[in-house]
């Protein structure tokens, strides 16, 4: 089973600001099957970005994903009130496909 | 629109089994992979199982091998998920998603293990 590392647990940021968020899988994740998702408090996942860089279907081009084999970043260029929330990765190359434990980000 | 509407949670006893459902609309659901995921109270997201267009193809997570099985019957546009020898950890928010890419889920069905 792929177990899947985020890093930092808590980011504490203000609107406007640029962020990166990591995740390092413990072995590489098949042809960059990778997703990052958003979740709100009280709302089912949001899938933001697919295949390691692809967006999804709706997503504004502030959020942008990168990365292959075993270590994959998600920035959102510019934080939007909107985007304080928690955001997890998930791998789908391997099954058991597997979560990150998440990233919260709060606000300052 | 694409909707996934799960039912078929509530309480059960420690040891007891129950069966999920979820309902699609808006897609041809017999063309793609489907997926459970679960969420205790305030953890993050689990991965369970997934299956794939015929029901052919499923694969777990460990916790869930050997006491739930993933179905599908197409005609109905609908997939299930069957757990036994439930326990309190099984407590939590049960999601269907569409794919292997999860780009839609349902509101969840809550299960709730408890004597």
């Known amino acids: 089973e792929i177990v899947l590392t985020q890093s930092p647990g808590t980011l504490s940021l203000s609107p406007g600001e640029r962020v990166t968020l990591s995740c390092r899988a413990s072995?590489?994740?098949?042809?960059?099957?990778f997703s990052w998702y958003q979740q709100k408090p009280g709302q089912a996942p949001r899938l933001l970005i697919t295949?390691?860089?692809s967006r999804a279907t709706g997503i504004p081009d502030r959020f942008s994903g990168s990365g292959s084999g075993t270590d994959f970043t998600l920035t959102i260029s510019r934080l939007e009130p909107e985007d304080f929330a928690v955001y997890y990765c998930?791998?789908?190359?391997?099954?058991?496909?597997?979560f990150g434990q998440g990233t919260k980000l709060e606000l300052k | 629109e694409v909707y996934l509407v799960e039912s078929g949670g509530g309480l059960v006893q420690p040891g007891g089994s129950l069966r999920l459902s979820c309902e699609a609309s808006?897609?041809?659901?017999?063309?793609?992979?489907m997926t459970w995921v679960r969420q205790a109270p305030g953890k993050g997201p689990e991965w369970l199982a997934n299956?794939?267009?015929?029901?052919?193809?499923?694969y777990y997570v460990d916790s869930m091998k050997g006491r739930s099985i993933i179905s599908r019957d197409n005609a109905k546009k609908s997939l299930y998920l069957h757990i036994a020898s439930l326990r309190a950890e099984d407590t939590a928010l049960y999601y269907c998603?569409?794919?292997?890419?999860?780009?839609?889920w349902g509101q969840g069905t809550t299960v709730t293990v408890s004597s």
């Open positions: 998603a569409k794919g292997n890419r999860m780009d839609v």
């Open positions: 808006g897609f041809t659901f017999s063309s793609f992979w």
């Open positions: 299956i794939n267009q015929d029901g052919s193809q499923k």
């Open positions: 072995q590489n994740v098949r042809s960059n099957l």
């Open positions: 295949d390691a860089s």
């Open positions: 998930q791998q789908f190359g391997s099954a058991p496909n597997s």
